[in-house]
């Protein structure tokens, strides 16, 4: 059973416009979701992470909005740029574990 | 600043043959150290952790093992390899247990034939 779900797989933009990705969990106990970006051949990058007491976490062009109602997430990045092309994960942790769990990723194509 | 290091960057094995994959960290004290396996084009999947010198433990089974017999450092290996163990290995830390915030290295690619 996939814990955390994203969506869509790939993802297509032209520069200049806001990509939007999207994630799901389904444990309600999950409390610490950060996003990672992964250029081919390297290790993933923490990009940005939020914490489920808040609902909205911004850091320049990236920003996450976050509903625990509906458990669900989603990653914008504004004034997209073709350095942006990467794979974006999404994961999840309950609160004091070590155990982070990884979507399947988006993979975002920015056309210039 | 904190860096980590992974060791080989690249390896091709036969079926069968023995592996010994490397981490180190410098710059932080007695962090958690993660493992991690990628398929090609797929998600992470944690492997192992570890709180401090001498204690690993298991997240999955994948007929792997891992050690840590330094505390700068983080061993994945096994004494007989699969086609399945073929992938991207990373190593990850974090700062204190509980923290969530955790930090990859540049990854190990096995290629096993």
């Known amino acids: 059973q996939q814990q955390v779900r994203q969506s869509p797989q790939s993802l297509t933009v032209w520069e200049g416009e806001t990509a939007i990705l999207n994630c799901s969990y389904e444990?309600?106990?999950?409390?610490?979701f950060p996003w990672y970006q992964q250029f081919p051949g390297e290790g993933p990058a923490l990009l940005i992470a939020?914490?489920?007491?808040?609902d909205k976490k911004e850091d320049g062009r990236f920003t996450i909005f976050f509903n625990k109602r509906e458990k669900k997430l989603s990653l914008h990045i504004t004034d997209s740029q073709p350095g942006d092309s990467a794979t974006y994960f999404c994961?999840?942790?309950?609160?004091?574990?070590?155990?982070?769990?990884f979507g399947e990723g988006t993979k975002l194509t920015v056309s210039s | 600043a904190q860096t980590i290091h992974q060791w080989p960057v690249a390896e091709i094995k036969a079926v069968g043959s023995p592996l010994s994959l490397g981490c180190t960290i410098k710059?932080?004290?007695?962090?958690?150290l993660y493992w991690y396996w990628q398929a090609t084009g797929g998600t992470l999947q944690q492997l192992f952790y570890?709180?401090?010198?001498?204690?690993v433990e298991s997240v999955v089974q994948l007929n792997l093992s891992a050690s840590r017999p330094k505390d700068d450092q983080f061993i994945l290996s096994t004494e007989k390899l699969l086609l399945s163990h073929s992938g991207f290995y990373l190593c990850?830390?974090?700062?204190?247990?509980?923290?969530?915030?955790?930090?990859f290295g540049p990854g190990t690619r096995l290629t096993v034939l």
């Open positions: 710059g932080k004290s007695s962090p958690n």
């Open positions: 994961a999840a942790s309950q609160g004091g574990s070590a155990k982070l769990i």
């Open positions: 444990n309600s106990a999950f409390d610490y």
């Open positions: 990850a830390w974090s700062r204190d247990w509980g923290v969530a915030e955790q930090f």
């Open positions: 939020i914490r489920s007491v808040s």
């Open positions: 570890s709180i401090t010198v001498g204690q």
